[in-house]
């Protein structure tokens, strides 16, 4: 409905229209990406006091004090939030896919470029409030990334829950519809905007990763913005659709009847998908890289597309795998728990692949190649503990374990955080045109693989040896004495780990400004990105139109001239 | 993807689909025969405006679909009552205005009517706008009866209609927060309303285009998208209806 018009004008001039409210979608990428980017920094600023704070519970901090254990659980629930919505959701898809997706479709925007800055712009509002949270009388909420009733549907159910926690529903509620937005301009790009010849099965695995993300991201959202309109009226109009009869401090609360069952079904219909959303794309764009450097075609083209499909289409029906502990008839948990086991099928058919694309390859060990690497291991050791816990009879006791963290901050933070490391080093000389430095990638992938091990593996066995999640001191415990060793261990791994990040972000505005000029194809790879100029110009083709001829990952192609050719490169006809 | 059998080079006609000419493209894109996108043309805008909306209509009936399974489950789930030390059902019917609602209904139903027509009439423009420049060429008298105006009117009576039915619902004591039945009468209708109000903002926007003298094509674009949208609205007002009126 809006914005038809902006295709045709010329690139805008002043500061405002240019950089701020601008309508070009790599500009709106880039404004993505770097909000993702301070995101990440809270984010992993608050794990770091969880981790201080786990294993020297009475320090006092400076400027922030000793840290109580509500603070704590306001530093979980803003930790998840914030990682979860404004890094993983945020720089892959709104970061990267805006940036990209137009580019290797050859279009020269996306479809509705308004809706594009008004989806960026009301991100950035839902961020703005989602922060706004710590400022507040009673800080930030109590009740998880997850927000479950009744905690979270109650103002009087602890210091955090009162307007920390409807800023906090607000800016979800916002981001949902931000999400929307991006989602719809996503969709609607990939079918009408694709260049001349750029049939479906010829756009890179990127575009269908982002192209399938957004489908998921349009089918969850809305249930998690329904499921934010009724806790918004629990709290503040007085219905009851998540609260039973029920005492709090010896007061009535005068709800009865809801159904706090009710949230989780609703909240996990979309949780579970948005794994998927946070993962997706990373899987993308470890395919794009893995065929790139090691200058082969990508093994099973297609079979990774069904693939990701089948793991979208079976998002859908597995949420329950997060409620066996909160009562469900076996029949039910019987069936989620099949589901949740058949994801282990198109998954293990991705990892194969890769592996099938690096076998008797020419890998060349470049930075992004290095990241993609390590999302594969990731996403496999990370992957393995799920079907673990898909069994409701091993998730009971594991569930309320470290066990759990350990598991997704593997798979779904740790695997997806490599995928934007990898999007970030493949694409940084197109987006800056200049390149990194390799020598400081190298020692950043080292630290960050080998932290992130150090972190997340420890969680599994200290999850089977009973320590419980989301308790702010363990000191206390008796039983729990003989894993000090381990947690202080893993604390130490986490600050190495975090220091790591700044040798990343000091390589990436170093070389934003002192890198070493980069040329347009610096990686050799054939997509369309690397066939226009660096950085593209403001119609991202300089007025021509590509025309594609071939499929996105023609390596080593026998008879060619060079070992790879682009996807506008004429067309040969090779034997099916 | 690539096999490692010899290429021949071959020319090739740029309208080529290469290697995969036997899988009929998806949708849109990949074929020769359209404008190339981001082109001025009207058609290839309209399209994917189109194609917009129905991707937007999408989270608007997941939105809807989450607010009726919580309706099923909740008006299924037993309460414990501490009087009676007992597990009862606390679902009350509301009793609803059904005139006021049917009478709604109608207005909401004629208000599709027109918008219909201003679709078809802005189209009928559309189309006859090069015509209409050549000079001496007459094209008899085309209808300019405000449909859009029309329209606005009756959507706004729509909505006062519906206040009035939640005054109604209010003077006889069922409030947002009385009952688990009266906070989803009034969660479905508000968010229904809702959507709504935002079909009358385009519209006005439409309207605006015409003061703002944006070119006839922009104006049939946002009228077509809307006419679309406002008749998705209707069925979802009858859908609502049905479900507060047969599932109490």
Same mark, same amino acid.
């Given at each position: 409905m809006v914005a038809q018009e902006s295709h045709q004008h010329a690139a805008p001039q002043g500061f405002i229209r +240019? &950089?701020?409210?601008?309508?070009?979608? +790599? @500009?709106?990428?880039? #404004?993505?990406?770097?909000?993702?980017?301070?995101? @990440? %920094? @809270?984010?992993m600023f608050l794990s770091l006091l969880m981790r201080i704070h786990l294993i020297w519970p009475t320090a006092i901090l400076p400027l922030l004090g000793e840290i109580k254990p509500e603070t704590y659980l306001s530093l979980v629930t803003m930790h998840g939030t914030i990682m979860v919505f404004f890094v993983l959701t945020t720089a892959p898809q709104g970061g990267f896919g805006n940036y990209f997706l137009p580019i290797q479709i050859g279009a020269p925007d996306m479809a509705f470029p308004v809706l594009n800055m008004l989806s960026f712009w009301t991100t950035f509002v839902a961020y703005v409030v989602m922060l706004a949270a710590f400022f507040v009388v009673g800080g930030a909420p109590l009740?998880? =990334?997850?927000?479950?009733? $009744?905690?979270?549907?109650?103002?009087?159910? /602890? $210091?955090?829950?009162?307007?920390?926690?409807?800023? &906090?529903?607000?800016?979800?509620? @916002?981001?949902c519809v931000a999400s929307l937005m991006g989602a719809l301009n996503f969709i609607t790009t990939t079918l009408d905007m694709r260049a001349k010849g750029m049939s479906m099965w010829r756009m890179p695995l990127t575009c269908w990763s982002w192209f399938i993300t957004a489908i998921l991201g349009l089918l969850a959202f809305g249930v998690l913005l329904s499921a934010g309109i009724l806790l918004l009226m629990d709290r503040n109009? /007085?219905?009851?659709?998540?609260? $039973?009869?029920?005492?709090?401090?010896?007061?009535?609360?005068?709800? +009865?009847? /809801?159904? $706090?069952?009710? =949230? #989780?079904?609703? %909240? &996990?219909?979309?949780?579970h998908p948005e794994v998927y959303i946070a993962i997706l794309p990373g899987m993308g764009v470890a395919s794009q890289v893995l065929s790139t450097f090691s200058r082969k075609p990508i093994f099973g083209y297609k079979a990774m597309v069904y693939a990701m499909l089948s793991i979208g289409l079976l998002g859908f029906m597995v949420w329950g795998h997060h409620m066996f502990m909160s009562g469900m008839s076996p029949y039910s948990a019987f069936a989620f728990s099949i589901m949740t086991m058949a994801i282990g099928v198109p998954s293990a058919i991705k990892t194969f692949n890769w592996l099938g694309t690096l076998h008797k390859g020419r890998i060349r060990f470049q930075s992004p190649m290095l990241f993609a690497i390590g999302f594969v291991s990731l996403f496999v050791s990370g992957g393995l503990s799920g079907p673990f816990l898909a069994q409701p009879a091993l998730d009971i006791p594991l569930h309320d374990t470290a066990f759990v963290p350990g598991h997704f901050h593997l798979i779904m933070g740790v695997a997806a955080i490599f995928g934007i490391f990898a999007a970030t080093y493949y694409w940084f000389p197109k987006m800056f045109g200049r390149m990194m430095n390799e020598k400081l990638a190298r020692i950043h992938f080292f630290l960050t693989l080998i932290g992130t091990y150090c972190v997340f593996m420890p969680m599994h066995y200290l999850g089977l040896a009973g320590q419980p999640r989301r308790y702010s001191q363990l000191t206390e415990l008796q039983y729990l004495h003989p894993l000090i060793g381990l947690n202080t261990f893993m604390t130490y791994a986490a600050i190495v780990t975090v220091a790591a990040q700044l040798i990343f972000v000091s390589n990436l505005f170093w070389s934003m400004f002192k890198g070493p000029k980069a040329s347009d194809n610096p990686w050799e790879a054939t997509t369309l990105e690397w066939t226009t100029a660096t950085p593209p110009p403001h119609d991202n083709f300089g007025g021509r139109t590509p025309v594609v001829h071939n499929g996105p990952y023609e390596y080593s192609v026998p008879g060619a001239p060079r070992d790879y050719v682009m996807q506008t490169d004429p067309a040969t006809v090779a034997a099916h | 993807m690539a096999s490692f059998t010899p290429t021949i080079p071959a020319p090739r006609p740029a309208t080529s689909r290469g290697r995969h000419d036997d899988l009929p493209p998806v949708l849109g894109g990949g074929d020769g025969g359209r404008p190339d996108p981001g082109s001025p043309?009207?058609?290839?805008?309209?399209?994917r405006a189109r194609l917009g909306l129905a991707v937007a209509l999408t989270p608007i009936t997941m939105l809807f679909v989450a607010f009726t399974s919580a309706y099923i489950v909740r008006q299924g789930l037993p309460t414990f009552d501490p009087h009676t030390?007992?597990?009862? *059902?606390?679902?009350? !019917?509301?009793?609803?205005?059904?005139?006021?609602?049917?009478?709604?209904?109608?207005v909401l139903l004629l208000s599709s009517v027109t918008i219909e027509y201003a679709r078809r009439q802005l189209a009928r423009q559309v189309a006859l706008e090069p015509v209409q420049s050549i000079p001496g060429v007459s094209l008899g008298t085309e209808s300019k009866f405000p449909w859009l105006?029309?329209?606005?009117?009756?959507?706004?009576?729509?909505?006062?209609?519906?206040?009035?039915?939640?005054?109604?619902?209010?003077?006889?004591?069922?409030?947002?927060?009385?009952? !688990?039945?009266s906070s989803f009468v009034?969660?479905?209708?508000?968010? *229904?309303?809702? *959507?709504?109000?935002?079909?009358i903002i385009a519209l006005l926007a439409a309207g605006a285009a015409v003061v703002l003298n944006r070119p006839l094509a922009s104006r049939r674009i946002?009228?077509?998208?809307?006419?679309?949208?406002? *008749?998705?609205?209707?069925l979802l007002w009858i859908y609502i209806l049905a479900l507060l009126e047969f599932a109490r």
């Amino acid at each position: 409905m809006v914005a038809q018009e902006s295709h045709q004008h010329a690139a805008p001039q002043g500061f405002i229209r +240019k &950089w701020v409210f601008s309508l070009d979608h +790599k @500009v709106i990428g880039l #404004q993505y990406y770097f909000l993702a980017l301070t995101a @990440v %920094f @809270v984010g992993m600023f608050l794990s770091l006091l969880m981790r201080i704070h786990l294993i020297w519970p009475t320090a006092i901090l400076p400027l922030l004090g000793e840290i109580k254990p509500e603070t704590y659980l306001s530093l979980v629930t803003m930790h998840g939030t914030i990682m979860v919505f404004f890094v993983l959701t945020t720089a892959p898809q709104g970061g990267f896919g805006n940036y990209f997706l137009p580019i290797q479709i050859g279009a020269p925007d996306m479809a509705f470029p308004v809706l594009n800055m008004l989806s960026f712009w009301t991100t950035f509002v839902a961020y703005v409030v989602m922060l706004a949270a710590f400022f507040v009388v009673g800080g930030a909420p109590l009740h998880g =990334w997850t927000g479950y009733a $009744p905690l979270s549907a109650l103002q009087s159910s /602890g $210091p955090g829950e009162g307007l920390g926690a409807d800023l &906090w529903i607000i800016s979800i509620a @916002v981001f949902c519809v931000a999400s929307l937005m991006g989602a719809l301009n996503f969709i609607t790009t990939t079918l009408d905007m694709r260049a001349k010849g750029m049939s479906m099965w010829r756009m890179p695995l990127t575009c269908w990763s982002w192209f399938i993300t957004a489908i998921l991201g349009l089918l969850a959202f809305g249930v998690l913005l329904s499921a934010g309109i009724l806790l918004l009226m629990d709290r503040n109009i /007085g219905t009851s659709f998540f609260l $039973p009869l029920g005492t709090i401090n010896g007061q009535m609360t005068g709800h +009865k009847g /809801g159904s $706090p069952l009710l =949230w #989780q079904h609703l %909240f &996990w219909f979309f949780g579970h998908p948005e794994v998927y959303i946070a993962i997706l794309p990373g899987m993308g764009v470890a395919s794009q890289v893995l065929s790139t450097f090691s200058r082969k075609p990508i093994f099973g083209y297609k079979a990774m597309v069904y693939a990701m499909l089948s793991i979208g289409l079976l998002g859908f029906m597995v949420w329950g795998h997060h409620m066996f502990m909160s009562g469900m008839s076996p029949y039910s948990a019987f069936a989620f728990s099949i589901m949740t086991m058949a994801i282990g099928v198109p998954s293990a058919i991705k990892t194969f692949n890769w592996l099938g694309t690096l076998h008797k390859g020419r890998i060349r060990f470049q930075s992004p190649m290095l990241f993609a690497i390590g999302f594969v291991s990731l996403f496999v050791s990370g992957g393995l503990s799920g079907p673990f816990l898909a069994q409701p009879a091993l998730d009971i006791p594991l569930h309320d374990t470290a066990f759990v963290p350990g598991h997704f901050h593997l798979i779904m933070g740790v695997a997806a955080i490599f995928g934007i490391f990898a999007a970030t080093y493949y694409w940084f000389p197109k987006m800056f045109g200049r390149m990194m430095n390799e020598k400081l990638a190298r020692i950043h992938f080292f630290l960050t693989l080998i932290g992130t091990y150090c972190v997340f593996m420890p969680m599994h066995y200290l999850g089977l040896a009973g320590q419980p999640r989301r308790y702010s001191q363990l000191t206390e415990l008796q039983y729990l004495h003989p894993l000090i060793g381990l947690n202080t261990f893993m604390t130490y791994a986490a600050i190495v780990t975090v220091a790591a990040q700044l040798i990343f972000v000091s390589n990436l505005f170093w070389s934003m400004f002192k890198g070493p000029k980069a040329s347009d194809n610096p990686w050799e790879a054939t997509t369309l990105e690397w066939t226009t100029a660096t950085p593209p110009p403001h119609d991202n083709f300089g007025g021509r139109t590509p025309v594609v001829h071939n499929g996105p990952y023609e390596y080593s192609v026998p008879g060619a001239p060079r070992d790879y050719v682009m996807q506008t490169d004429p067309a040969t006809v090779a034997a099916h | 993807m690539a096999s490692f059998t010899p290429t021949i080079p071959a020319p090739r006609p740029a309208t080529s689909r290469g290697r995969h000419d036997d899988l009929p493209p998806v949708l849109g894109g990949g074929d020769g025969g359209r404008p190339d996108p981001g082109s001025p043309d009207y058609g290839a805008r309209l399209r994917r405006a189109r194609l917009g909306l129905a991707v937007a209509l999408t989270p608007i009936t997941m939105l809807f679909v989450a607010f009726t399974s919580a309706y099923i489950v909740r008006q299924g789930l037993p309460t414990f009552d501490p009087h009676t030390n007992t597990v009862v *059902h606390d679902w009350i !019917p509301v009793q609803l205005p059904t005139l006021l609602f049917l009478i709604n209904t109608c207005v909401l139903l004629l208000s599709s009517v027109t918008i219909e027509y201003a679709r078809r009439q802005l189209a009928r423009q559309v189309a006859l706008e090069p015509v209409q420049s050549i000079p001496g060429v007459s094209l008899g008298t085309e209808s300019k009866f405000p449909w859009l105006a029309l329209t606005i009117v009756l959507g706004l009576c729509f909505l006062g209609g519906q206040w009035l039915a939640w005054r109604d619902l209010a003077s006889r004591g069922f409030y947002v927060a009385t009952g !688990p039945s009266s906070s989803f009468v009034y969660l479905l209708t508000g968010g *229904h309303a809702v *959507h709504l109000l935002g079909g009358i903002i385009a519209l006005l926007a439409a309207g605006a285009a015409v003061v703002l003298n944006r070119p006839l094509a922009s104006r049939r674009i946002i009228v077509d998208v809307t006419a679309w949208y406002w *008749h998705f609205m209707a069925l979802l007002w009858i859908y609502i209806l049905a479900l507060l009126e047969f599932a109490r």
